[in-house]
């Protein structure tokens, strides 16, 4: 027996699909503007995940170009069809405000940690949260919004019609399975997943939007089109009935998988909540785990309590590995939990024996354009995160540093850079300048700390010791989530402000610790 801890994955994982083969898992989770693209993750037992790769790692793939805070790569389904021993993994690259210019696709592999074909494009299915349904030798597609492309309609209803996988082309039969959610004027019904077990199909939907009303609920019936009933007890699973700042909320958007054991369980996002206020959410959407069972032919998800819980016991052993994520960059390539803002049109950095040289270009963060930044999530409440940057601007429109990052509208961020006499240190919140200081001319060893809702930079004088740079920041300014639906990256940055420029900044190591 062993202890599952919730959540399975810390800090901006949202959206979870799960599929298996045999006794292995694979589980994907939404990007939105970061790149590569969708993270795959590998489990035996559930609670332990270690990602294995990326979905999306072609920047021909998508262009996130232009995309602004929230849009990118939505919630992602991954699905593994025995018929033709493949895995495949469908999603939406999402521009539009309405979702009906959105490109919808789906990429596959014969095995999950790559390499991944090339997209095909499923032309006619607008809106987001696509997923498939494999049986025998067909495929089905599930999708939500507008129930005929000839009805422009702003209510969302959940469709299916059946797809050539090879081709990605609809058949042309589409069929309206809800234009409800269990609610009636549900807000939101979306990320739609069809199953079949015993003796009828199910449909399992997110409703209430992702906020605290967010739901999940399920219908069934006997044929895969329908029609299909209301479970009595939906929602299924929901934490709305739960007060506002309760350990977990916004709990959703899940998916059921059988286990090789014959049990079932459910992945699904929720937020880790910060104080007394519900809606700070610095560490974003994570990836849950809960127990599943069956009565009277309808799923019981977290049976003995109503609510997900931070532990489970297991049937099988799963004692959880703490991760760390610290390098040296001494490698011919980026450990997997490094992304970049956007897809980057050139190389923006690359590896040697000294380091990661960060080349920096004319985009800043504010540009909705791949700036030169790679990130990883925060991860915990509490956490440290350190480097060592050499840099010499050549210009006061040069800088490089350390930044930790809600949006490209929402960051703090510690840089060195030159005022045209001599360089500085500046420490800013967006465009807002609060402290500078002299810079060192030599390798600058900084850091970043956070307690709760309070954040500070340090650097480190030539005794050794570190020195607060500036006050403590407001962790709020990084917990808005009408502003998008990422987590905190804590990021290294270099811009040459909109001039082009040839200039490096060398990162010698990067190192990340959490406290739970």
């Not at 790149?35 to 035996?44: E, K, N, Q, T």
């Not at 929901?238 to 049990?263: C, M, P, V, W, Y």
Request: charged share 20%; glycine share 8%; with cysteine.
């Amino acid at each position: 027996m062993g202890i599952l801890q919730n959540p399975v994955l810390r800090g901006f994982h949202p959206d979870p699909s799960i599929c298996r083969k045999g006794d292995d898992y694979y589980l994907v989770t939404s990007t939105f503007e970061f790149f590569p693209a969708v993270p795959i993750f590998h489990s035996r037992d559930l609670a332990n995940w270690q990602q294995i790769g990326f979905c999306i790692t072609d920047p021909s793939t998508i262009d996130l170009n232009g995309c602004r805070p929230g849009k990118g790569i939505y919630a992602p389904t991954l699905r593994y069809n025995p018929h033709d021993d493949t895995f495949y993994m469908i999603t939406v690259l999402c521009h539009s405000e309405d979702y009906y210019e959105n490109e919808i696709f789906y990429v596959s592999a014969k095995n999950p940690a790559g390499p991944w074909s090339e997209k095909t494009v499923v032309h006619g299915a607008e809106g987001i949260d696509p997923s498939l349904f494999f049986e025998d030798d067909k495929a089905y597609y599930v999708g939500n919004l507008r129930p005929n492309p000839s009805i422009q309609s702003s209510v969302r209803h959940i469709w299916m019609d059946e797809i050539d996988i090879k081709t990605g082309k609809l058949a042309g039969n589409r069929i309206t399975l809800l234009t409800d959610g269990a609610v009636h004027n549900a807000r939101c019904p979306e990320g739609p997943h069809i199953y079949a077990f015993g003796d009828y199909y199910y449909l399992l939907i997110a409703e209430g939007g992702t906020a605290l009303n967010h739901a999940v609920s399920i219908f069934r019936s006997s044929s895969i089109w329908g029609p299909y009933e209301n479970n009595p007890r939906n929602p299924v699973l929901t934490h709305r009935n739960l007060r506002k700042n309760s350990e977990f909320n916004s709990i959703g958007h899940a998916d059921i998988i059988q286990a090789s054991d014959g049990t079932f369980w459910s992945v699904l996002l929720g937020v880790r909540p910060y104080g007394k206020d519900p809606l700070l959410r610095n560490l974003g959407r994570e990836t849950f785990v809960a127990p599943v069972i069956w009565e009277d032919g309808w799923p019981i998800f977290c049976p003995d309590s109503g609510k997900v819980e931070a532990q489970y016991e297991m049937p099988w052993q799963c004692d959880q590995i703490p991760n760390t994520n610290s390098t040296d960059f001494k490698t011919n390539k980026l450990e997997l939990f490094w992304e970049m803002l956007r897809t980057p049109s050139v190389p923006i950095y690359h590896l040697d024996e000294a380091g990661l040289h960060l080349t920096l270009n004319k985009y800043t963060l504010h540009d909705n354009q791949p700036s030169a930044f790679i990130g990883r999530r925060q991860q915990e409440e509490r956490f440290l995160a350190e480097t060592a940057m050499e840099f010499s601007p050549a210009a006061p429109n040069e800088s490089a540093g350390l930044v930790i990052m809600l949006h490209s509208h929402s960051y703090y961020l510690l840089e060195k850079t030159s005022d045209g006499n001599q360089e500085i240190l500046k420490l800013s919140f967006d465009d807002e300048v609060l402290y500078t200081g002299p810079a060192p001319k030599e390798i600058i060893s900084m850091r970043v700390a956070a307690s709760g809702l309070d954040y500070w930079f340090e650097i480190q004088d030539v005794k050794g010791a570190w020195q607060r740079f500036g006050n403590i920041l407001d962790g709020k300014e990084l917990s808005k989530l009408e502003q998008g639906y990422t987590g905190v990256m804590i990021g290294l940055y270099a811009t040459s402000n909109g001039k082009d420029s040839n200039n490096e900044a060398l990162f010698q190591y990067f190192s990340y610790q959490d406290w739970r």
